[in-house]
């Protein structure tokens, strides 16, 4: 059997208490050790889970490959807002930008619209929604009651965009990932899993949709 030496970067960290492999969004391997963990322990995690690291990285080159097929924004690019296929064309980037300023007021409207129509359902009271363009996530909640959602989720079917609004709506209500914050969940956004499962497929384009 032929040994595939797989490429990673260590990195150390003093919060962290357990060696840790992840992959970033361009595919590469980083292994996370607490200060005292030797250097051998990252190679060895890399070879444990070798398979699971080809795999998530050959998911991301399937994505970029997409991404790269892709129309340009200047040749026009159909994007679905709210559901409603659209061809949005943006010959320099201040035309670009001003798309992005308009889909996000868009999204500012119809986020607030949802949030208000489901807040009452969840039994919960936000104190402030703000709409954000966060790179790495949906939407957040804090303790003092605010939710924070990204304005490319008016880019997601419609039902997506309810289940992220439900989600951070029900941690006003049950903070953490239990049973009983799920229940609460999928008792107002019974297709969760499929939401979940479609944010996961497609957060690479989304994240990218103007790019
Ligand atoms: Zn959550």
């Known amino acids: ?111 607030v619209a949802r949030v208000s129509l489901f807040a009452p359902l969840v039994g919960v009271r936000p104190t402030r929604v703000t709409v954000r363009a966060q790179r790495a996530r949906w939407g957040s909640a804090s303790r003092a009651g605010a939710i924070s959602l990204n304005w490319r989720l008016v880019l997601a079917p419609p039902d997506v965009l309810d289940y992220v609004v439900i989600h951070e709506l029900s941690h006003l209500a049950v903070p953490g990932h239990s049973r009983r914050f799920w229940t609460l969940v999928r008792r107002h956004a019974p297709s969760a899993d499929a939401s979940r499962r479609w944010l996961r497929d497609h957060h690479a384009e989304l994240m990218a949709a103007l790019d």
Do not use: C, K, N, Y
């Open 1 to 111: 059997m032929e040994s595939a030496t797989r490429p990673f970067t260590v990195r150390r960290s003093t919060r962290a208490r357990h060696v840790r492999l992840t992959v970033t969004r361009e595919g590469d391997a980083v292994v996370v050790l607490p200060l005292r963990a030797p250097e051998r322990a990252a190679a060895a995690l890399v070879e444990q889970h070798g398979a699971w690291l080809d795999r998530q990285v050959a998911r991301i080159r399937a994505t970029r490959v997409r991404l790269d097929a892709r129309p340009t924004l200047a040749d026009g690019r159909v994007l679905h807002v709210a559901g409603v296929p659209r061809l949005i064309a943006a010959r320099d980037t201040a035309m670009r930008d001003r798309i992005e300023r308009s889909l996000r007021a868009e999204a500012r409207r119809l986020l």
